[in-house]
């Protein structure tokens, strides 16, 4: 009787087994409920991974666009686990963007280690209307951006950031590296 009391009583406090029940149903690392079925055509994001960098990096690409700038002169085995390690530690730990208009129009999206989302404007505009309905479920679970326009509102540019980055998340929960791009590649 005392043990049905004393357990009651902690879950009543949100203490115990039911609360690390609840606990446990939330996903870890926090991940958005958004997965755009249209996928980002790869051949234009390679094109404009080697434009800005001016074709003298080397980089992976992953299946959804998520590409890992690389150093030069790794193996393809040192780059593949170079680049699988990379989108693992972005998705480890807080996936910080950051941003940034590009010189064509397009949206870069870079995080705190060396890989990289394109947003490729005209073909995220052909499908803007999805984009804006289902913004808000690109964020992770509970998190919170801070934005001049207040805490989860976003402009245009916020928004296509956001759906840039769901690719990452996309490519870090099923990695699968479909290119490796040397800069001493052509075409």
Known sequence: MRRSFVAGALA???MGRGRAETVSQKRFPPVPAWQPRFAPPLDRIIDRIRYYWDGKIDFVVFRNGTCVLLDSGL?????????????????GFHPDMNPANMDDGNILVRYNHPAVN??????AMSHWEEIERRHLDALATDEVLITPLGPNKFDEFGKLALYGRTYMFMDA???EIVRIIRHRQLG
């Not at 040192?78 to 530690?89: E, R, V």
């Not at 394109?118 to 073909?123: A, E, G, K, N």
């Open 118 to 123: 394109v947003v490729i404007r005209d073909f």
């Open 75 to 91: 193996s393809d085995a040192d780059a593949k686990a170079f680049a699988l390690k990379t989108l693992a530690d972005i998705f």
């Open 173 to 175: 929960e099923r990695p």
């Open 12 to 14: 009543a406090l949100g």
